[in-house]
Nanobody, 125 residues
Framework: QVQLVESGGGLVQAGGSLRLSCVVS????????MGWFRQAPGKEREFVAG????????YYADSVKGRFTISRDNAKNTVYLQMNSLKPEDTAVYYC??????????????????WGQGTQVTVSS
């Protein structure tokens, strides 16, 4: 069974940085495309960033482009989200997700097969 566990969330002031991590259990992590999503209270879950199985392809939502960086370490079964220049509107629960379609990054939640439980990120003004 595939399990995803996020960590690294917390409270930070506007302009600050956080790095989220997501560790994936199982032997096939390197075959998954990975994504980060977020969901603020009263809003739908939205795509933040995605990365292909090799790390060679990355895709970002316009709202985070230039501020966030997604990366992965297949030897550690871990995907990261480096978040810089954080804004209050980045406040949300952040989820990582894994897709069996390793070469394809999709912004649609239904394109992912496994999900973590989420980690809270709060940015104060």
């Amino acid at each position: 069974q595939v399990q995803l566990v996020e960590s690294g969330g917390g409270l930070v002031q506007a302009g600050g940085s956080l790095r989220l991590s997501c560790v994936v259990s199982g032997r096939t992590f390197s075959s998954y495309a990975m994504g980060w999503f977020r969901q603020a209270p009263g809003k739908e879950r939205e795509f933040v960033a995605g990365i292909t199985w090799s790390g060679g392809g990355q895709y970002y939502a316009d709202s985070v482009k230039g501020r966030f960086t997604i990366s992965r370490d297949n030897a550690k079964n871990t995907v990261y989200l480096q978040m810089n220049s954080l804004k209050p509107e980045d406040t949300a629960v952040y989820y990582c997700a894994a897709s069996n379609s390793g070469r394809i990054i999709t912004a649609q939640p239904m394109g992912y097969d496994y999900w973590g439980q989420g980690t809270q990120v709060t940015v104060s003004s």
